[in-house]
């Protein structure tokens, strides 16, 4: 049992770190970002479609419709995000309406669009993309290791990939001149102008890279949580990894714990259900469990954690 | 034969209902310190912006080196070598001390074609530069954690760092203590000796006089006159700057002292970091008395004057206000009770930015009858006084009662604090830091309310940490050194060098 516990707990939680990661990216910059949701949706389903296309073309057991689904998210949230920063950044929009108005674009644009494209392309009527299963790798040797060897064993290869991804990632934040630019962007953008940087630039960027990191978190649960792309993928997994970004204080390495830590919570909650041979519909209320721990840490840790100073704030150059 | 570096060419700028520079010209040289001198509101923040790329003139052209430039952008006019301290320090608050000074021309250290920031060699060219100037930082220390005056010298390693050779600043002394002020000058005169042009936009004369060489005067939006330093004085400076004749003592009659108004006892009061702040503290304010408190920036005045108002909690002792108790009353009980209270810190604690004037002077009485029947306002009442205050006290916007607060000068925002507070007619009012940022003509102002207020029977508590200010208005004088009112004396027999030294904590205790 904590051997499932651990490969499920680690399967849902570095999809979650991953869009974390771009949540910080976009906030550190200066931009309010509530439209994780409908990034990883869009991703997802833009993944998909290419994925159920290519089927068509390579076969259903080839990995080059596995692998391109993951470039095809990865391109899809980052030019769906565009348009959130086209109106935050070019039309000096309020960031949390254009970001609510993101998500539910983002859910009707692709419930639409793949009843449609099923229709049309596919020949069928339903609404969603089935995918293959994904394979599972096991790293012979540490994977023998007493309990953690379970971290190892059965492993998405997308999560291989995010762990890459999030290395590279804190490196440009921290060390890169493009790192230091975003985040002097995200305090005192005045400041950063003065410089000579170019703001909204900077800021454009970040939300873009905050859009391709939630498509391959959207892929990756399109893959762990259901194998098929449907309308079900908005389930929320986009508020959670924007409560781990605030537990973890706009840090990556903290949100990465605070990620752990709802994976782990609904991974353990699903075991104990089935260790008790409950009936599946309390998988449901499992599902429930890393929102409730969301409202304990709200409580214990909500006040301590400072956001970016100049986050949500539109930057005008005009003004002073 | 001195030598061009900048040349404004009839440069006129208008803003909606205000014209902020009307056809204005003159030439600063290489190398030395250009003074520009004039009230709030008299155009020189907006000449030097457009200098600096912040506005672009709507009429008239400016130099640099001979050449017209079309100057769009502060990255433009940073190219051209010219850097700029503004009022509002620009520095990102979470970054270290050499971080904020490399951003945007960090060193770099590229690793697979990734510029990754090499912040070795930050730290060592910031050390290199600090210890070449004389401007004392340590390189890796928290921006946000530093003071006011270290924070500057971070704003001006910054613009040599970018090697500019032309430097502004603007009101770069208004937030710093006297020795802070001696400092910057002696920086100023420094930098003007390695070769840099500095233009300096101030209207403090005394600044002026020990450091610039020529000085523009600016009153409302024109150049009237550009003076050689040296041989022009201050009373000539001040006249041309104000428009009329000034004096720099305001007149008052001997003081009447009445009743005790405020009786302080064993004031003990915590800062936000859980220390004391105000160590037992004990004064007393009589009816028609102003009574000053003296001290250097951070000795525990902004405690003693937030308890005294309502604003800070109470941890020991007692504030009596004509017999009743107000110690830890609330807010409003303060109100009530008649404590007025102009505050440091206009924009957060004074001002509600956002609403419009007529909408800021009713903030402390707007639930009394005489604003409100029930819940509903009276916006006739409103009205009535908004235009009575604004004709009283001459406070000047862009569109009456209606204007956007945020949208005023300074000096009006602080005008219209005090007319409201005044207007309340308390037995007691305090005045923290009433004439910080503003310029000559208003200062002078704000001293005759404090007299006006004293004469009308007021007690008055003077926070000041202009020492100029307290032996202009003051009866009785008490000087706070960490949080402890280390000695209290009649005015008259006090001198500022006495005061300075209690001021310092070298003074005798009394």
Known sequence: MPDTII????????????????????????????????????????????AVYLYGVFGADSVIPYWASFVFAVIGGGVFALLHALLCVRFKADQVISGVVMNILAMALTSFLTKRINASIFGNSGNKFMLSASSRITIPGLSELPVVGAVFRDIYPFELVIVAVALVMWLVLYRTVYGMRLRACGDNPQSADAAGINVYAVRTVAVFVSGCLSGLAGMSFAYSVSAQFSPDIYLGYGYLSIAALIFGNWSILPALFACLVFGFARSTGAAVIHGLGLPSSYNDLVRTLPYVLTLLLLVFFGRRNRSPRALGQIYDKGMR | MAEPIVEFRHITKKFPGIVANDDVSFTVNKGEIFAVLGENGAGKSTLVSALFGMYEPDGGEILVRGKPERITSPRYAGTLGIGMVHQHFRLVSNYTVAENIVLGLEPVRKVCGIPFVDMKKANRDVAALSERYGLKVSPTDVTGDLSVAAMQRVEILKMLYREAEILIFDEPTAVLTPQEIDAFLQTVKTLRDSGKTIILITHKLREIKAVADRCAIMARGKLVSILDVKTASTDEMARLMVGHDISFTTEKAPAKFGEVVLDVDGLTVKNVAGYDAVKGVSFQVHAGEVFAVAGVSGNGQNELADSIAGLAKVSGGTVTLSGHDITNATVREHITAGVAYIPEDRHNVGLVLDFTLRGNFPLRLYDSPKYSRGSIINYREYNEQSARLQEEYDIRSSQGGETIVREMSGGNQQKAIIAREIDMKTPLIIFMQPTRGLDAGAVMNVRKYIIAERDRGAAVLLISLDLDEILDCADTIGVIYSGKMSKIAPASELTAEVIGEYMMGVGKTA
């Open chain 1, 7 to 50: 490969i499920d707990g680690l399967s849902f939680s570095l999809p979650l770190f991953v869009m974390a990661v771009g949540g910080i990216f976009s906030e550190k910059s200066g931009i309010t970002n509530l439209a994780l949701e409908g990034f990883q949706g869009f991703g997802a389903f833009t993944g998909a479609f290419a």
